[in-house]
Protein backbone atom coordinates (compact mmCIF):
# COMPACT_ATOMS: atom_id res chain seq x y z
CA UNK A 1 0.00 0.00 0.00
CA UNK A 2 1.24 3.55 -0.79
CA UNK A 3 1.75 6.04 1.73
CA UNK A 4 0.30 9.70 1.38
CA UNK A 5 4.30 10.52 0.64
CA UNK A 6 5.08 7.86 -1.67
CA UNK A 7 2.09 9.30 -3.24
CA UNK A 8 3.36 13.23 -3.11
CA UNK A 9 6.74 11.93 -4.38
CA UNK A 10 4.91 10.17 -6.99
CA UNK A 11 2.69 12.77 -8.11
CA UNK A 12 4.88 15.95 -7.82
CA UNK A 13 7.73 13.73 -9.87
CA UNK A 14 6.09 14.91 -13.52
CA UNK A 15 5.41 17.84 -12.38
CA UNK A 16 8.66 18.76 -11.27
CA UNK A 17 9.77 17.43 -14.30
CA UNK A 18 7.64 19.84 -16.68
CA UNK A 19 9.03 22.75 -14.52
CA UNK A 20 12.52 21.90 -15.18
CA UNK A 21 12.13 21.28 -18.72
CA UNK A 22 10.41 24.76 -18.25
CA UNK A 23 13.46 26.50 -17.14
CA UNK A 24 15.60 24.33 -19.98
CA UNK A 25 13.49 25.89 -22.83
CA UNK A 26 13.94 29.50 -21.48
CA UNK A 27 17.49 29.30 -21.21
CA UNK A 28 17.60 27.83 -24.62
CA UNK A 29 15.92 30.95 -25.57
CA UNK A 30 18.24 33.18 -23.80
CA UNK A 31 21.37 31.78 -24.47
CA UNK A 32 20.42 31.78 -28.78
CA UNK A 33 22.70 34.95 -29.86
CA UNK A 34 20.60 36.97 -32.28
CA UNK A 35 21.93 37.38 -35.63
CA UNK A 36 22.64 40.41 -37.56
CA UNK A 37 19.49 41.78 -39.86
CA UNK A 38 20.15 41.02 -43.24
CA UNK A 39 19.79 43.51 -45.90
CA UNK A 40 18.41 43.73 -49.42
CA UNK A 41 14.74 42.45 -50.99
CA UNK A 42 12.91 39.50 -49.67
CA UNK A 43 12.79 36.63 -51.82
CA UNK A 44 8.71 35.64 -51.99
CA UNK A 45 9.57 31.61 -50.51
CA UNK A 46 11.05 33.51 -47.60
CA UNK A 47 8.08 36.02 -47.02
CA UNK A 48 5.70 33.22 -47.24
CA UNK A 49 7.31 31.07 -44.82
CA UNK A 50 7.88 34.70 -42.30
CA UNK A 51 3.98 34.97 -42.58
CA UNK A 52 3.21 31.44 -41.84
CA UNK A 53 5.46 31.21 -38.95
CA UNK A 54 3.76 34.29 -37.61
CA UNK A 55 0.35 32.64 -38.21
CA UNK A 56 1.31 29.94 -36.51
CA UNK A 57 3.47 32.00 -33.31
CA UNK A 58 -0.21 33.78 -32.70
CA UNK A 59 -1.97 30.43 -33.03
CA UNK A 60 0.52 28.19 -30.08
CA UNK A 61 0.31 31.49 -28.61
CA UNK A 62 -3.29 31.68 -28.32
CA UNK A 63 -4.02 27.96 -27.80
CA UNK A 64 -1.17 27.57 -25.35
CA UNK A 65 -2.81 30.50 -22.97
CA UNK A 66 -6.36 28.64 -23.55
CA UNK A 67 -4.82 25.51 -21.96
CA UNK A 68 -3.36 27.55 -19.14
CA UNK A 69 -7.10 28.07 -18.49
CA UNK A 70 -8.88 25.73 -19.23
CA UNK A 71 -6.61 22.24 -18.30
CA UNK A 72 -7.25 20.92 -15.09
CA UNK A 73 -4.72 18.81 -15.28
CA UNK A 74 -1.23 20.62 -13.36
CA UNK A 75 1.03 18.85 -15.93
CA UNK A 76 -1.21 19.98 -19.10
CA UNK A 77 -0.70 23.42 -17.65
CA UNK A 78 2.63 23.35 -17.06
CA UNK A 79 2.91 22.00 -20.74
CA UNK A 80 1.00 24.69 -21.80
CA UNK A 81 2.62 27.74 -19.92
CA UNK A 82 6.30 26.71 -21.45
CA UNK A 83 4.67 26.69 -24.72
CA UNK A 84 3.37 30.30 -24.12
CA UNK A 85 6.73 31.19 -22.51
CA UNK A 86 8.87 29.86 -25.70
CA UNK A 87 6.46 31.07 -28.20
CA UNK A 88 6.28 34.73 -26.91
CA UNK A 89 9.70 34.59 -27.65
CA UNK A 90 9.68 33.49 -30.51
CA UNK A 91 6.83 35.30 -31.87
CA UNK A 92 9.37 38.46 -31.06
CA UNK A 93 11.71 37.20 -33.37
CA UNK A 94 9.36 36.90 -35.66
CA UNK A 95 8.28 40.13 -35.44
CA UNK A 96 11.78 41.49 -35.44
CA UNK A 97 12.66 39.58 -38.84
CA UNK A 98 9.89 41.00 -40.23
CA UNK A 99 9.92 44.58 -39.25
CA UNK A 100 13.88 44.10 -41.06
CA UNK A 101 12.98 43.58 -43.98
CA UNK A 102 9.88 45.59 -43.92
CA UNK A 103 6.83 43.12 -43.99
CA UNK A 104 3.66 43.05 -42.29
CA UNK A 105 2.54 40.15 -40.31
CA UNK A 106 -1.12 38.92 -39.71
CA UNK A 107 -2.41 40.18 -36.21
CA UNK A 108 -3.72 36.19 -35.22
CA UNK A 109 -4.01 33.22 -36.47
CA UNK A 110 -5.84 32.35 -39.64
CA UNK A 111 -9.46 31.47 -40.20
CA UNK A 112 -8.53 27.48 -39.95
CA UNK A 113 -6.08 27.85 -36.77
CA UNK A 114 -8.75 29.83 -35.03
CA UNK A 115 -11.81 27.18 -35.98
CA UNK A 116 -9.31 25.02 -33.97
CA UNK A 117 -8.95 27.24 -30.57
CA UNK A 118 -12.97 28.04 -30.62
CA UNK A 119 -13.62 23.81 -31.00
CA UNK A 120 -11.18 23.36 -28.37
CA UNK A 121 -12.34 26.15 -25.84
CA UNK A 122 -16.08 24.37 -26.38
CA UNK A 123 -14.83 21.03 -24.96
CA UNK A 124 -15.72 19.86 -21.58
CA UNK A 125 -12.89 20.36 -18.95
CA UNK A 126 -12.34 16.89 -18.41
CA UNK A 127 -12.18 16.34 -22.55
CA UNK A 128 -9.99 18.82 -22.92
CA UNK A 129 -6.90 18.35 -21.73
CA UNK A 130 -6.52 14.96 -23.55
CA UNK A 131 -8.19 17.08 -27.11
CA UNK A 132 -5.32 19.46 -26.42
CA UNK A 133 -2.54 17.55 -25.76
CA UNK A 134 -3.13 15.47 -28.78
CA UNK A 135 -3.76 18.35 -31.49
CA UNK A 136 -1.70 21.13 -30.41
CA UNK A 137 1.28 19.34 -28.82
CA UNK A 138 1.14 16.52 -31.39
CA UNK A 139 -0.13 16.92 -34.16
CA UNK A 140 0.09 20.17 -34.74
CA UNK A 141 4.11 20.21 -33.83
CA UNK A 142 4.64 17.49 -36.43
CA UNK A 143 2.91 19.21 -39.45
CA UNK A 144 5.12 22.76 -37.94
CA UNK A 145 8.84 20.46 -38.07
CA UNK A 146 7.86 19.93 -41.68
CA UNK A 147 7.73 23.05 -42.27
CA UNK A 148 10.52 24.23 -40.57
CA UNK A 149 12.85 21.35 -41.68
CA UNK A 150 12.47 22.39 -45.23
CA UNK A 151 12.76 26.13 -44.34
CA UNK A 152 16.09 25.54 -42.48
CA UNK A 153 17.43 24.05 -45.50
CA UNK A 154 15.65 25.88 -48.46
CA UNK A 155 15.07 29.49 -47.38
CA UNK A 156 17.84 32.22 -49.57
CA UNK A 157 18.45 34.21 -46.09
CA UNK A 158 20.60 32.92 -44.20
CA UNK A 159 19.54 34.79 -40.95
CA UNK A 160 16.20 33.36 -41.55
CA UNK A 161 17.16 29.72 -42.15
CA UNK A 162 19.13 30.15 -38.33
CA UNK A 163 16.14 31.47 -36.81
CA UNK A 164 14.04 28.44 -38.62
CA UNK A 165 16.62 26.05 -36.77
CA UNK A 166 16.17 27.61 -33.67
CA UNK A 167 12.46 27.36 -34.00
CA UNK A 168 12.59 23.90 -35.39
CA UNK A 169 14.45 22.65 -32.39
CA UNK A 170 11.65 24.09 -29.95
CA UNK A 171 9.13 22.66 -32.09
CA UNK A 172 11.12 19.05 -31.61
CA UNK A 173 11.32 19.56 -27.84
CA UNK A 174 7.31 20.71 -27.21
CA UNK A 175 6.83 17.59 -29.68
CA UNK A 176 8.53 15.19 -27.20
CA UNK A 177 7.04 16.89 -24.18
CA UNK A 178 4.06 16.32 -25.83
CA UNK A 179 4.22 12.43 -26.31
CA UNK A 180 5.28 12.09 -22.90
CA UNK A 181 2.13 13.49 -21.10
CA UNK A 182 0.01 11.12 -21.66
CA UNK A 183 2.08 8.55 -19.41
CA UNK A 184 2.81 10.81 -16.68
CA UNK A 185 -0.95 11.50 -16.55
CA UNK A 186 -2.07 7.75 -16.86
CA UNK A 187 0.96 7.14 -13.82
CA UNK A 188 -0.75 10.14 -11.86
CA UNK A 189 -4.22 8.38 -12.23
CA UNK A 190 -3.00 5.07 -11.68
CA UNK A 191 -1.21 6.24 -8.03
CA UNK A 192 -4.27 8.24 -7.23
CA UNK A 193 -6.64 5.03 -8.08
CA UNK A 194 -4.47 2.85 -5.79
CA UNK A 195 -4.77 5.45 -2.54
CA UNK A 196 -7.30 4.15 -0.08
CA UNK A 197 -10.82 5.56 -0.01
Not at 21 to 38: S, T
Request: charged share 20%.
Amino acid sequence: MMTATGFLRMLLWPLACCLAMLALVANIVAADAQVPPAGGPVAESDRQFLLQAAASGLYELEVARLAELRAINPMVKAYAAMLALHQTALNDDVKNLAATRGLVLPDGPDRERRDVIEALAALPPGVFDNRFVQQVGITDHQAEIVVFERASRGLSDAELRAWAVKALQARQQHLAAAQHLPQLVQTMVAAAAALPA
